[in-house]
Structure formats: structure tokens, C-alpha cells
């Protein structure tokens, strides 16, 4: 059923990029954004998921859907260059917030130690996990021109060592750090930049890391809460920071992960 309304962020225009079925933490977020009233703007990349994002942007009036390859500078580029004049042709004011929600590292380099991981393999995670963050802000940003938010998504293992987590957890480290350095370059146009520590949730790409069912068990017997993530707490928290709600945070990591990440041993 689709989602609409008139909430606090009603009449903003909002760019979730990661969006691959409805089990994905960016579609957890486009549908909290969507209660809150908010246009969407989707993208996807490569034909194989397009008519999956087409099909998910059809449950919310107006989304607008696009393809864009993070990893090539070109794409990024020309997306965004459609996107200010299809926006400036709607008569739409600016682009009020991003959600970058993309990770990608080869099946292989996750399971094997990170000493093992190959350059090509290394470079890769880097580039689309953690340099999508910096080309997505470059050309996001003129667009912006009210202010607004980026929010992006991370994991606990950018600071502490999570079993089979490995080259990912690298990314996400240089991933967060980008939030503070963009946050203080990007602030005095009134652009915030966050990150949303999730806790583990059953997604696509969590399938990836060996053995995660274990890491879900393990969360849910010694959360504070006794529980994992729900994505609907994810998307909730990601409105409230691109919202004026959240107009005063900006260079932050802030963990919707019932409680996991304050324990020690």
C-alpha cells in the first residue's frame, strides 16, 4: 500500500541511494521518509535492479527513479546533473537530503583474514563503500542549496573487531571519518553530515559474512534491549536527522543497535 503524508518534513525532496529490495535498510528509511511526506528520489544501478527499484518507488506518489554507477565518476556526474534540472523543470526548490546507503566487497575478501585481502579486492571496498560517500557530497552539495543532511549508514565494526567482518570493517572505518571531515567542510553551507551505526539486521548483503547468523543470536542474548535492530528504528532515526529536527547534529555516529555497543567483555 502506498505511503504518503504530511509530516514534519512535508514538502522536502529527499535522494536515497541503495535501495535493492524491501529487505535493504535504504528502503527501511525511503518508507519513513515517505509517512513524513517527503518526494523521493531513488536510484539503482545496472539493468538487473531496475525494475525492482521502479517497481518499490511506485508505493510512494511522485518518487523519481534514476540509474547511477557510484563507481564511475562519469555516472555520478550525469545523474546529478539530471536530477538539478529535472527538479529546477518541477519547479523544486533544491535537493534537502541524501541517504547514501551503498557498500559492496568481494564475497572472497570477506571471508578471508584481512592480511589476505587482495589489493584489487581492498581498493574495490574502498572505492564503493567509502568513496561513494566523497562523490556523492561533491555533486550533492550545489544542490543543496538551503542546507539540508546527509545521512549514511555504518557498523560497529569500523571501531572494533567483528569476526568475518574483515576489509568491511576498514571501509566503514574510512567511511565515518569522511563524515567528520565533510561535516566541517560542508557546515557552513548548512549541510549536516551523520552516519547511523545499524545493528545487525537480516539484509542481502549481510549474507555475505560468514556466518552472521551467529552474530544475530549472539546481539539478541546480550543486547540492553535482549533484541536485534528492527529496520523500521533505522528509518525512523534517519528521518529525524534529515529532518529540522535534527538540525543541530551533524558530524556524528549515532547507533540504533538496541544498546550493543556500550558493553565491554
Known amino acids: 500500500m502506498p505511503e ?33 511526506g517527503v518526494e523521493l528520489v531513488l536510484t539503482y ?55 547514501h546507503s551503498i557498500a559492496f566487497a568481494n564475497k572472497e575478501d570477506l571471508e578471508r583474514p584481512l592480511a589476505d585481502t587482495s589489493r584489487a579486492g581492498f581498493a574495490l571496498a574502498l ?45 566503514k572505518a574510512a567511511l565515518e571519518a569522511e563524515v567528520r571531515y565533510l561535516a566541517s567542510e560542508l557546515g557552513p553551507q548548512g549541510i549536516r553530515v551523520n552516519a547511523i551505526s545499524a ?20 546481539v539478541a542474548q546480550r543486547a540492553p534491549l535482549r533484541r536485534v535492530t528492527d529496520p523500521a528504528e533505522v528509518g525512523d532515526t534517519a528521518a529525524f536527522l534529515l529532518s529540522d529536527a535534527g538540525r543541530g547534529v551533524t558530524g556524528d555516529v549515532i547507533f540504533v543497535d538496541s544498546g550493543y555497543h556500550i558493553l565491554g567483555v
Open 4 to 36: 504518503t503524508g504530511a509530516g514534519m518534513m512535508a514538502g522536502k525532496t529527499v535522494l536515497v541511494m541503495g535501495i535493492a529490495n524491501r529487505w535493504s535498510l535504504a528502503y527501511a528509511i525511503a518508507q519513513a521518509l515517505a509517512r513524513q
Open 45 to 99: 544501478q545496472g539493468e538487473r535492479v531496475k525494475r525492482a527499484v521502479e517497481d518499490l518507488g511506485a508505493e510512494w506518489h511522485g518518487t523519481r527513479v534514476y540509474p547511477c554507477d557510484v563507481s564511475q565518476d562519469a555516472s555520478v556526474a550525469e545523474f546529478f546533473e539530471r536530477l538539478g534540472a529535472d527538479l529546477a523543470a518541477a519547479g523544486r526548490r533544491a535537493l534537502d537530503g541524501v541517504v
Open 127 to 171: 572505492d564503493v563503500s567509502a568513496y561513494s560517500l566523497v562523490a556523492v557530497a561533491r555533486y550533492a552539495a550545489p544542490l543543496m542549496t538551503e542546507g539540508g543532511a546527509i545521512v549514511t549508514l555504518t557498523y560497529l565494526g569500523a571501531t572494533r573487531v567483528v569476526t568475518n567482518y574483515n576489509v568491511m570493517g576498514v571501509a
Open 199 to 218: 545493528g545487525p539486521i537480516k539484509t542481502a548483503s549481510a549474507r555475505a559474512i560468514k556466518d552472521f547468523s551467529s552474530i544475530l543470536d549472539h
